[in-house]
Every structure is written in structure tokens, then in C-alpha cells.
């Protein structure tokens, strides 16, 4: 049942100035039980009805039909409803009992698809911590847009062109080896990169080098070929690791390189709608109309640049998968390129860029500096799962010597503490890491809410995990309450995160409801014999269903036992 849709229709009759979807918008939630269910503010009313707020909250309250409620109260200038707990409570566990882990689906998207640009690593350069971010934020949109009915399209648009490929060649052919790169690809790739970028500050004859092999690979030249052939595989292998270790995978691993021969059709296009103007040598679109800078497409000496490269993408996405929406999950830094990305489409007449989202996100610092790779100041994502499964390795080992399949808990607990943190954190906000504080068993964290469900499945466990009833499942307990009205807000949180492609929305619900449920489980003997024992173990049946999806949604595993 939806219960905001039961108090519009109570107050409606009472309210003859407003039409039920008026009421229904301004209906919101108390700070706190105590205060009510749900609550109905009567100050925009006072200019209509030239009365006090409070006079109008104690007139409706007086006017309303309250037989479906426990009882609707005047609470200042607001109009309090409290339901019935016992019919509040059968309707919510049978919904989810009866829908599993389907509990919160919904038919929003019509199967839409919606590719999503996202990861993105550079080719020869080793997935670092900088990387996090785009990845699970972009995996776990994309795994909250199935659960409403989208198909989405997870693209890995691989760093694999440009003139930093120019420099890892002269780097390799001046530095390196076949046998170091076999034996230890990336990180050597990396060690070649880093020293160029030092060197070539005492030698700036090695940067015209670098840009002679990338104009020789641009030109098909078949040893630079080979060499960036060569580099791209190696990375990639090395890649899909990482991503093996997330549990993410990939629908499509096109990177800039695929569109090399598809940035002509943009200029040509650009040409015949006469939307290029020289500027200083260079050809550029004129943006001003959308306060934009002029957007850059072909520099002076011919070379085409990223923004033509991403037009030819944009252009290649909608063809192929015909998206109603598409979506860039890149950092803030890049807001303006994605602005005049989606300008000079629908100066194209591409109207479809409307559709375009960039989804941005704030930094990952570490002691407040920004990561870089071509200082050299990497942290490594793979070293940093590491320490983490190590971290969660000890905790179990302090808390639970003989569980089985630690060392699978441990990974489950280590891997999903990295990634809850990151999406726990609203994506805007950049933050600093400290993996001690990210483990940790106590407070918001990940393994707190992963405990939560290993608690719950636990108690089922010791119930001798009983056949539940999805029907008649009436818990009048006060104990329970808060746990019962999160458990219904499950479904609006998911379309509220899916909204505004926030993934932290469904990470803060997950620790809300955890917190709740140990609240309930610290003040309630739940396997007591006696007539609401069934009721209670639907009550854990149904935190340990909506946990284990929300961190799923999240990209987080939900061990049994921890």
C-alpha cells in the first residue's frame, strides 16, 4: 500500500483548495517517530485561507476521517498521521517476503538503454586509486538503473591514442626491454614514463622524438604499430584483473583509438552547417550563445583534438545503441569539456544531446595531495585491495577464529569496505583515504552493514531457518518500528539515487537501516516463544533481503557469516 497516497486522499475532502497531487507533493516525514509517520504542513495555506497555521492543522484534523490510522493529530502548524503499526507491519514484510531480492524493482526505464562512459584507465599506466571513483560510481549506476527497468551499456573508453604513446616508445626504445615488460608489464610502462617525464626536462630534443614515433604510429608506421599493440594488450590483461577482484565487468572496452577514423564525419558535418570559423590558425565552433568558450576542433597543424574525438563517440553511441539517456562518468575537472560537448551537438542539431549527462565526482586525495601519475605519486588500487582483504583478514581472525571461508569473507569484507566508502561519500565531495579507518567493523562503514546481515542471517540460522509465512505477519512491537519504516523506504530510495545518480543515497540508507535493525536486535529478545515470534523472524528475513540488495546495488558482496 502506498501510504503517502492514503494520507493525500484522508486530507483531500478537508483541503478543497488544493488537488490531491498539490497535497501529495507537500507531504513529508518527521524528524522523528514520536512525531508521527507522516506529516502535512498547513503554511502555504495560511495566505489562502487567512488563518494562523496552526488554527488550519487543529481545523483539518477535526474535518478528516481518521479510521485508517492509529490516530492524526495537530501537531503546530502541521497535521501528524500515525499508522497502524499491526497492519503497517503485515503489509511492508509481505511485500518484501513475497518479492525477495525483486523487493523495490520498478518499470521506469521501458528497457531504455543507457551507455555509460566510465573507468577509463590509460593504457601502460596502472589502475591507481584515481581510478576508483569513475568505476564503482559508474558500476553501481548502472546496477540501480536495471533494478528500475533500463538496460545499461558499461563502456570502458580506454586512454589507448594520443601523444603520450609517442613518448613510452622513444621511453622503451631508449630504456627498456621485452623481458622486463613480459615479466612485469605495467608497472615497468609506468617506470619508462615516469623517467622520460623527468629526463626530457634537461633533453626537450627527446619530446620532438616522442612526437616523430606518434606521428609514425598515426600513419600506420608497422613497428610503432606493433609496439602499441603490443603495450595494449599487456595493460589490458593486467586490467581485467583489477576488475575480476571488483566483480565489474564490461560490455564494451572501445577506447579513443576505435575512433580514429570516425572524427572525419564530425569536421565534414561541422563543415556543411558552416559552424567552423578560424581562430589564430586553428578551427573552432563559436559557443558564446551558451556562454561557452569557442570549442577547439582542429588545431592549426590539421591534428583533430579530444573534443572532435568525443563528438565522433557521442555520435557512434547513439547510432548503436539508440540510448534515451547517456551518461559520462568523469571528474569534475572535466564539467566544461562535457558542457561544450553537448553545445556543439546541438549546434550539429543533434537534439538527442540533451540526453547527455556528465556525472561528476570529487578527488580522492591522500594526506590532502592530489594523486598524480606523471609525478609518480601513485597509490595502486591492486595494493590497496591488498591491504584491505589483509586488514579484514585480522579482524575476523580477532572476532571469529573458525569461520569457514574466511579467506572468501575476508575478500568480500576487504574489497566491499574500499568500495562502500567511496560511494558512501555523496560523489561531489572529494575525500581523503585511510584504509584503517575504511576497514573498521564500528561506525558507517562498510563491514558495519555487512555485519548487520550476517547478524540477521545468523538469528535465522539459529531459528532453523523457518518457513515464513508472506501473509499475516503483524508485529505491534514499538522496539521494531523504526526498522519497519526504513524497510518501506526502500523502494523510493532507490528511485531518488537513480534520480540523481547518486549511489550514496542507497550507501547511507544501507547504514540507517543497519544502525536500526542492531538498535532493535541490542533491545528485543527476537527468539522468544510467543504469539509475534513468526512476525519478528520475517522482520530479520526482510533486513537481511533489503541489506544484502542495497550493498549489491552498491557493488559490495553480503557474506552469510562474518
Known amino acids: 500500500m502506498d501510504y503517502k497516497q492514503q494520507v493525500a486522499a484522508t486530507l483531500a475532502p478537508a483541503l478543497p483548495e488544493l488537488t490531491e497531487a498539490d497535497i501529495l507533493a507537500k507531504i513529508e516525514q518527521p524528524k522523528t517517530s ?96 584515481g581510478h576508483l ?25 580506454l586512454g589507448d591514442w594520443g601523444t603520450q604513446f609517442g613518448k613510452l616508445i622513444t621511453a622503451y626504445k631508449m630504456w627498456g626491454s621485452e623481458a622486463e615488460v613480459k615479466a612485469d608489464p605495467i608497472n615497468n610502462l609506468l617506470k619508462y614514463y615516469v623517467r622520460f617525464h623527468k629526463e626530457d626536462v634537461a633533453h626537450p630534443e627527446m619530446d620532438d622524438e616522442a612526437r616523430e614515433w606518434f606521428k609514425k604510429l598515426e600513419n600506420g608506421d608497422e613497428e610503432a604499430l606493433t609496439l602499441w599493440k603490443w603495450f595494449r594488450s599487456e595493460s589490458l590483461k593486467a586490467f ?94 572535466q564539467t566544461n569539456h562535457f ?55 585480522q579482524q575476523i581472525d580477532q572476532k571469529n577464529p573458525d569461520l569457514a571461508h574466511k579467506d572468501a569473507v575476508a575478500d568480500a569484507v576487504g574489497i566491499g569496505a574500499v568500495v562502500f566508502h567511496d560511494l558512501k561519500n555523496e560523489r561531489m565531495n572529494s575525500f581523503d583515504f585511510n584504509l584503517e579507518e575504511v576497514v573498521r567493523f564500528e561506525g558507517e562503514t562498510g563491514p558495519y552493514v555487512q555485519y548487520a546481515h550476517a547478524r540477521a542471517e545468523s538469528i535465522l540460522r539459529k531459528a532453523g531457518q523457518p ?50 535493525f542492531n538498535k532493535y536486535y541490542g533491545n528485543t529478545k527476537i527468539l522468544v516463544e510467543d504469539d509475534e515470534l513468526t512476525a519478528r523472524l520475517a522482520l530479520v528475513k526482510s533486513v537481511s533481503i533489503v541489506l544484502k540488495e542495497a550493498l549489491r546495488l552498491l557493488g559490495v558482496k553480503a557474506p552469510d557469516e562474518m
Open 467 to 516: 518457513d515464513l509465512a508472506t501473509t499475516g505477519q503483524q508485529l505491534s512491537d514499538p522496539a521494531a518500528w523504526d526498522t519497519l519504516k526504513l524497510l518501506s523506504e526502500f523502494p523510493a530510495t532507490i528511485v531518488r539515487a537513480s534520480g540523481d545518480y547518486e549511489p550514496s543515497v542507497i550507501a547511507k540508507y544501507a547504514i540507517h537501516l543497519a544502525k536500526a
Open 240 to 333: 581485467k584483473k583489477i576488475y575480476q577482484r571488483l566483480d565489474i565487468e564490461f560490455d564494451s572496452f572501445k577506447g579513443e583509438a576505435f575512433y580514429n577514423d570516425k572524427m572525419d564525419e564530425i569536421v565534414d558535418i561541422l563543415e556543411s552547417k558552416n559552424l567552423l570559423h578560424e581562430s589564430q590558425g586553428a578551427e573552432v565552433v563559436d559557443l558564446s550563445k551558451y556562454d561557452l568558450n569557442p570549442a577547439l576542433i582542429k588545431k592549426s597543424d590539421g591534428a583533430t583534438l579530444y573534443i572532435t574525438r568525443d563528438l565522433a563517440a557521442a555520435l557512434y553511441r547513439k547510432r548503436t545503441y539508440d540510448f534515451v539517456q547517456s551518461l559520462y562518468v568523469v571528474g569534475n575537472e
Open 133 to 157: 571513483r569513475s568505476t564503482v560510481i559508474g558500476n553501481s549506476l548502472a546496477n540501480i538503473l536495471t533494478k528500475i527497468d533500463y538496460k545499461p551499456v558499461k563502456i570502458n573508453h
Open 339 to 393: 558542457k561544450q560537448l553537448k553545445a556543439v551537438l546541438k549546434e550539429m542539431g543533434f537534439d538527442w544531446s540533451d540526453e547527455i549527462h556528465h556525472i561528476p565526482f570529487g578527488l580522492i586525495t591522500s594526506n590532502g595531495k592530489k594523486l598524480s601519475t606523471r609525478s609518480g605519486r601513485v597509490i595502486l588500487l591492486d595494493k590497496v585491495l591488498d591491504d584491505a582483504v589483509e586488514l579484514a583478514h
Open 34 to 129: 514520536k512525531q508521527g509517520d507522516l506529516a502535512f504542513p498547513t503554511f502555504t495555506l495560511a495566505k489562502i485561507m487567512h488563518k494562523a497555521p496552526q488554527m488550519i492543522a487543529g481545523e483539518v484534523v477535526e474535518k478528516i476521517d481518521q479510521t485508517d490510522f492509529e490516530k492524526v493529530v495537530a501537531m503546530g502548524p502541521y497535521v501528524n498521521f500515525f499508522f497502524k503499526k499491526a497492519d503497517f507491519s503485515a503489509d511492508i514484510l509481505a511485500q518484501i517476503l513475497t518479492d525477495g531480492a525483486h523487493f523495490g524493482d520498478a518499470k521506469l526505464g521501458h528497457a531504455g538503454q543507457v551507455p555509460i562512459d566510465m573507468s577509463s584507465p590509460n593504457i601502460a599506466k596502472p589502475i591507481s586509486m
